[in-house]
């Protein structure tokens, strides 16, 4: 089991969280981006960087992923894919995309996407606060040890 992070847009909070949770777990955790992104001399941790363009990070996580992986993304539509191959998407404010909710998530990403589309200001998302943090630990620790109790 492995741990990609779509990390162009990944706040550095989240991804301290995930390099203490590899170094603590032994966990393999690999950062794709467009460009460098800093990461602690770990054999645990790795950064790819691919080249820039649209969705092409979301694409080489895609190719690389495994049943029972987990990724780290904001994209729906990269989390969808995930899904669809067996891994398990969660986003950095720590809601875990399940084959449940993710058809509803990308109705309403196309549905914002379209009334941007027309010039509507949808607004961004709010701020990381500390609760999304501390949700997003939580899933990420409920998720590792549900992966160690089945080793």
């Known amino acids: 089991m492995k741990i990609w992070v779509d990390a162009d ?11 203490k949770a590899a170094q603590r777990t032994g966990v393999s955790l690999t950062l ?3 460009q460098a992104v ?4 770990s ?3 790795s950064m790819l960087q691919v080249e820039s363009g649209f969705d092409m990070a979301d694409n080489e996580i895609v190719k690389r992923l ?3 992986d987990l990724v780290i993304t904001s994209d729906i ?3 969808a ?11 950095p404010r720590g809601e875990l995309y399940t084959t449940e909710n993710i058809k509803a998530r990308l109705t309403m990403r196309d549905f914002m996407d379209t ?3 027309s010039g509507i200001n949808t607004g961004g998302p709010p701020p990381l606060s500390q609760s999304d943090r501390k949700s997003f630990a939580d899933q990420l620790d409920r998720f590792l040890t549900k992966r160690d109790k089945n080793l």
């Open 43 to 45: 054999p645990l941790i």
């Open 81 to 91: 894919e995930a899904i669809a191959v067996g891994a398990v998407a969660l986003s």
């Open 77 to 79: 539509p990269l989390a």
């Open 66 to 68: 495994d049943h029972g």
């Open 38 to 41: 800093r990461v602690p001399k």
């Open 9 to 19: 847009a990944c706040p550095v909070v989240i991804k301290e969280i995930l390099f």
């Open 32 to 34: 794709v981006a467009n």
């Open 115 to 117: 009334l941007r589309g």
